[in-house]
């Protein structure tokens, strides 16, 4: 569900679906052709949703645009990511993947900033907003 409250996605096998909530009923919005969807993330606005589909080094991430219903880039990815995290201000995506490594990725231009490997595989990540850090348990 966007964090507006006034819409959702569904991942179906061969498209996602976007559905405005009504007071009675969803109405269908729009559809995007991504296929195999495996998680959705909404950004903290909810302008910007972050889709994963594809398995091991064919991995990426659709991000889509939910204010002008565009796709906006493909993020690729070299391994799985089991876990997507957006920055404070959802400029930015902090991407764990199962190769144990971090992955940090802009949003305007689709390039990867950095890469961090660890040498046990990354179980969480959260982002301490008023530090300005993130934090990792491997």
Same mark, same amino acid.
Request: aromatic share 6%; glycine share 0%.
């Given at each position: 569900i966007n964090p507006d409250g006034n819409s959702f996605m569904i991942a179906f096998?061969?498209?996602?679906? /976007?559905?405005?909530? +009504? +007071?009675t009923k969803f109405k269908f919005y729009a559809e995007f052709p991504i296929k195999r969807c495996c998680s959705i993330v909404y950004s903290h606005g909810g302008q910007l949703v972050a889709c994963r589909y594809g398995r091991g080094i064919n991995s990426c991430i659709a991000i889509i645009n939910t204010l002008r219903l565009v796709e906006v880039g493909v993020l690729k990815i070299q391994s799985d990511p089991h876990q997507i995290v957006w920055n404070e201000l959802d400029d930015e995506l902090i991407v764990a993947t199962e190769s144990n490594s971090i992955q940090l990725y802009t949003v305007a231009d689709n390039n990867r900033i950095n890469l961090i490997r660890f040498d @046990?595989? /990354?179980t969480h990540v959260r982002i301490d907003y008023k530090m300005r850090k993130i +934090? /990792? @348990?491997?």
């Open positions: 096998e061969d498209k996602i679906r /976007v559905y405005q909530i +009504l +007071l @046990s595989p /990354v +934090l /990792v @348990s491997a």
